[in-house]
């Protein structure tokens, strides 16, 4: 079976310019998350879904972020616009719906880097 | 706030030596998690624990889940280089529906 599939899986851009990370989570998965990792900061989540609804937003860092969830099979996180400190890696995880224990499938990740 | 630490921040052994990593937090957790993550790759879970007291045994992994469900060790036995890696704890809240993931141990093990 695949995996979280992310794209693209790396990114370089200028300050200014918006940026684009997609996400495909596992298919039966109804939980769909969107993970920020610095070495400074380690992973922080900056936003979950529950069903394609924004649960919690909290972590989400500046009006400058937004996420998506259009449907069951597709996701975005949306950078605009980008400056320097928002390079870092980011994942994006599903989880089935028994989440009683939390388990998350992570993707291999985008790594950003805004000059 | 919750807070979440692990220890040590980082690691570097031989190839055969035992180690033990922990994670503390100053909550209580319905479960917890431990991933380990590899450079270049999300992470991966390796185990669930949910019972205080609760240990789990993955090959030559030892994972424990304290009586009070605030803290958690991962023992690792006759450790391999294919052992190196990010080792990340992770708590679940069942009131937050969030996981909060530790700063991770960064484990060496040289052949």
């Known amino acids: 079976d695949a995996g979280v599939i992310q794209s693209p899986r790396h990114e370089v851009t200028e300050m200014g310019q918006e940026v684009t990370l997609r996400c495909k989570p596992i298919?039966?998965?109804?939980?769909l998350f969107w993970y920020r990792q610095t070495m400074m900061r380690g992973l922080e989540l900056l936003i979950y879904?529950?069903?394609?609804?924004?649960?919690?937003d909290s972590g989400m860092p500046e009006d400058r972020f937004s996420a998506k969830m259009p449907n069951a099979s597709f996701s975005t996180l949306k950078i605009q616009p980008s400056e320097p400190r928002d390079s870092a890696v980011y994942f994006c995880?599903?989880?089935?719906?028994?989440?009683?224990?939390?388990?998350?499938?992570f993707g291999e990740g985008s790594r950003l880097t805004v000059l | 706030t919750q807070l979440l630490e692990q220890s040590p921040q980082f690691l570097s052994i031989q190839e055969g030596e035992n180690l033990t990593v922990y994670c503390n937090s100053s909550?209580?957790?319905?479960?917890l998690q431990w991933y380990r993550q590899e450079p270049g790759e999300g992470p991966v879970l390796l185990v669930t624990?949910?019972?205080?007291?609760e240990v789990k045994k993955l090959k030559r992994l030892t994972f424990q889940f304290g009586d009070a469900r605030k803290d958690s060790s991962l023992h690792i036995t006759a450790a391999q280089p294919g052992d190196t890696g990010l080792y990340l704890c992770?708590?679940?809240?069942?009131?937050?529906?969030?996981?909060?993931f530790g700063q991770g141990t960064t484990l060496q093990v040289k052949p």
């Open positions: 909550s209580v957790f319905s479960s």
């Open positions: 992770a708590p679940h809240s069942s009131n937050t529906g969030k996981l909060i």
């Open positions: 624990v949910v019972t205080g007291g």
């Open positions: 298919s039966g998965h109804d939980y």
């Open positions: 995880a599903s989880s089935p719906p028994d989440r009683g224990r939390g388990e998350l499938f």
């Open positions: 879904f529950n069903n394609n609804v924004p649960i919690d």
